[in-house]
């Protein structure tokens, strides 16, 4: 019970698998943060160096690190946390907002590139489903920023305040959201939540519903707290 409830095992309730990463990240960030502050790109990249470093150390030095959750979770750690800094890097010197990017005119133009950029997040997706990682490096690493990138683009490029609204609104309430939804699909407890919003055969209303859903539970609770 506790393993689960602090993410080393997920038997009871898989969608805990990232508790231990975010405590991971609440441990090494107040100190590796202000390191990255002062030279975002030397330090930035000795993080991500050593943190591959270190994940391959233990898979080469305890081959059966598997076989133990609290060397599993170390891995685990280790190997997100390239992604992770870099990210923070990113941040820390504004690099989505210094790229420049094009207000291309004519609403034709706009819905072409649209339809190709579109086009290249499905093929990132397919490609990351092949090919997650390389010799133990997540590639994550390169997947992420180029997601971000194509989403950044056709906000820039259409402005839907309404739309902008809806996600800024979906990623306030996204933590109690999850927790929801993995009433609906942890083998301990899905026979019966998962009734709820199997409202169809079809996959696509199917998860629709479950965001809709979960968002309402998710807003309540947040009252609840709240209060």
């Not at 805990?16 to 330090?43: A, C, E």
């Not at 305040?161 to 083998?187: D, E, Q, R």
Request: glycine share 4%.
């Amino acid at each position: 019970m506790i393993n689960n409830a602090f993410g080393f095992q997920s038997n009871l309730s898989w969608v805990n698998w990232f508790i231990h990463f975010y405590i991971w990240s609440m441990i090494i960030m107040p100190f590796v943060g202000k390191m990255i502050n002062k030279k975002p790109y030397l330090f930035g990249s000795i993080v991500i160096v050593t943190a591959f470093a270190g994940e391959v150390a233990l898979h080469q030095l305890v081959p059966t690190y598997k076989d133990n959750c609290y060397l599993q979770t170390l891995f685990n750690c280790l190997t997100q946390t390239p992604t992770m800094i870099l990210g923070y890097v990113f941040a820390r010197i504004r690099l989505f907002q210094k790229v420049p990017i094009v207000d291309l005119k004519g609403t034709g133009s706009k819905v072409l590139v649209a339809l190709d950029i579109v086009v290249i997040m499905f093929v990132i997706l397919f490609v990351r489903s092949k090919i997650g990682v390389i010799v133990g490096f997540n590639l994550d690493f390169f997947y992420a920023p180029l997601m971000i990138a194509c989403i950044l683009y056709l906000f820039n490029q259409f402005q839907m305040p309404k739309l902008s609204k809806v996600m800024i609104s979906l990623g306030n309430n996204s933590v109690y959201m999850w927790f929801f939804h993995g009433l609906f699909f942890t083998a301990a407890v899905r026979s019966v939540y998962q009734p709820f919003i199997m409202v169809s055969t079809n996959l696509w209303i199917i998860s629709l519903w479950t965001i809709v859903l979960t968002y309402i539970c998710s807003v309540l609770i947040k009252k609840v707290v709240e209060y």
